[in-house]
Structure formats: C-alpha cells, structure tokens
C-alpha cells in the first residue's frame, strides 16, 4: 500500500499562487508515477498534470500549462504542484494519486490516492 497525504490548499485570490505538496509513504517503490487531478464544484475529476519519480517525464493539461508546475523531490517522497496565475475556475478539490506504471491522464489507471486538499480561488 501507498499512502499519500496532500497539503498546501487554501483560500488565494486571482492572480496568486499556491503550492500543493502531497507526501508518500509506505510501499512508495509501487509507485512509478505520481499525479495531480482535481475536481471542481459540480464538475468530474479532471487530470491537472504528471510526473515519474525518476526520468524527469512530465505531462500538464492544457488549461494549466504555463502556469502550473509540477515537481519532485524524490529523498522526501513529496510531490509538488505550484499553481501561479490562479483563476477562479481553478476552485476545486485537488487530489495527488500514485501508480506502479508510467504516468497517464487516466483517473481510473491511478491505484493510490490521497483525501483531497481544497483550493478556493476568490476575491
């Protein structure tokens, strides 16, 4: 098993920025990539971006590309997503997942997720 717990959600207005780190443990080997998904009030779970542990291989969904990041820190087990330029329709329920494959925009292919960290973009 994997468990993974997301941190860094908030309240921010237009324009700002966040950072979302989501911490693995346990059997983390079964985890070959990681990603961040996010699901907005009403709306379905959609991908937000990618990355492998190793191999440096990432993947954005165009809504966020330029201005979210995705990264790694492969000694602590964390993830990390910076989210500048934050918009409204960027309000939604972030989730990291995990798994044992190369990383996909598929939802149903992740094994392992997390509980979810709420970012509220308002003014």
């Known amino acids: 098993q994997v468990q993974l717990v997301e941190s860094g959600g908030g309240l921010v207005q237009p324009g700002g920025s966040l950072r979302l780190s989501c911490a693995a443990s346990?059997?983390?080997?079964?985890?070959?990539?990681m990603g961040w998904f996010r699901q907005g009030p009403g709306k379905e779970r959609e991908f937000v971006a990618a990355i492998r542990w190793s191999g440096g291989w990432m993947d954005y969904a165009d809504s966020v590309k330029g201005r979210f990041t995705i990264s790694r820190d492969n000694a602590k087990n964390t993830v990390y997503l910076q989210m500048n330029s934050l918009k409204p329709e960027d309000t939604a329920v972030y989730y990291c997942?995990?798994?044992?494959?190369?990383?996909?925009?598929?939802?149903?292919?992740?094994?392992?997720w997390g509980q979810g960290t709420q970012v509220t973009v308002s003014s």
């Open positions: 346990g059997r983390t080997f079964s985890s070959n990539a």
């Open positions: 997942a995990a798994r044992p494959a190369g990383i996909s925009r598929s939802d149903r292919l992740y094994d392992y």
